[in-house]
């Protein structure tokens, strides 16, 4: 006998569907006439260290958004796993302790197993501008893309973007970023702080043990894991990691995603207030 996928458990408990794809006509119209609020997650399918799935940055922006939404209304869009990125610029690739000269995009670094799926970013921009155009057609006065993916072309974009439709169509679109400093552990691609968030949220994608055991240090061009510390400020002095992905646990990661919900939560409510202007 074939299996009946149960209903979310948390949307079943509050009596509110909050999926888009699940609502039927009468609930969406219900839902853009009330608090006319909408979460677009996006993130990217890339290279997440040799220890973890390659889906963590939508996978964490949905999860957020998700948790968002229970507690400031409105609904959440099916996560796009689309992500976009450049070439390393020479300052960066020395920073990770590369020579400088090579190609590099993204976090596709040479010694990598598998490649990242990355979106060339005109291509990229043009999904998130008709998709949030498609939004705010349907009639949402506010709308948020959830972002999980860090590259400065990928925000750049979603901030142009959430700027210029918001002038255009007179109402809200935003962005946040689905991590934020001060959320009790050291930020960064595949560390210590997306390590915890993703053994939380998803633990059959982490295999801390595809790591060598500590006290091995961890190079940022053999594992293509660094902090953000690393491309903020640059290295420490053998361009190792700082935040350690083998010290994560589900809990830290708990706590970090309930930091990042009331963050978000705080930004779109300010937002829907007035206080923070509409593209930011």
């Not at 939404?69 to 609904?75: E, S």
């Not at 921009?125 to 709308?143: P, W």
Request: charged share 25%; aromatic share 6%; hydrophobic share 40%.
């Amino acid at each position: 006998m074939d299996e009946i996928a149960l209903p979310d458990k948390k949307e079943s408990d509050n009596m509110r569907k909050i999926r888009f794809e699940t609502m039927v006509p009468a609930e969406l119209l219900e839902a853009v006439n009330g608090r006319s609020l909408v979460y677009q997650p996006v993130g990217s399918m890339e290279w997440h260290g040799p220890h973890m799935g390659m889906g963590m940055d939508t996978i964490n922006a949905h999860a957020v958004a998700l948790e968002a939404a229970r507690r400031t209304g409105g609904v959440v869009m099916p996560p796009l796993y689309i992500g976009t990125e450049t070439p390393r610029s020479p300052e960066t690739l020395r920073k990770l302790g590369f020579s400088g000269d090579e190609r590099v995009v993204g976090m596709d670094f040479p010694q990598n197993s598998v490649a990242s799926f990355y979106w060339p970013p005109d291509l990229f921009e043009a999904i998130i501008r008709r998709q949030t155009q498609m939004l705010l057609e349907m009639g949402f006065s506010q709308v948020v893309l959830l972002n999980g993916h860090g590259a400065d072309a990928q925000v750049e974009i979603l901030e142009r973007v959430s700027r210029e439709l918001s002038v255009q169509s007179g109402r809200c679109v935003m962005t946040i970023m689905a991590l934020f400093d001060g959320c009790g552990a050291g930020l960064g691609h595949a560390g210590l702080a997306e390590t915890a968030i993703f053994a939380h949220l998803c633990p059959e994608a982490v295999e801390l043990d595809r790591l060598p055991p500590k006290p091995q240090k961890l190079y940022n061009t053999r594992w293509g894991i660094a902090d953000s510390e690393t491309f903020q400020k640059g290295p420490n002095e053998d361009f190792s990691v700082r935040y350690d992905p083998r010290d994560a646990t589900p809990d830290l990661g708990a706590q970090i995603v309930e930091y990042t919900v009331n963050q978000c939560v705080r930004l779109v409510e300010q937002a829907h207030d007035g206080k923070v202007p509409a593209g930011n």
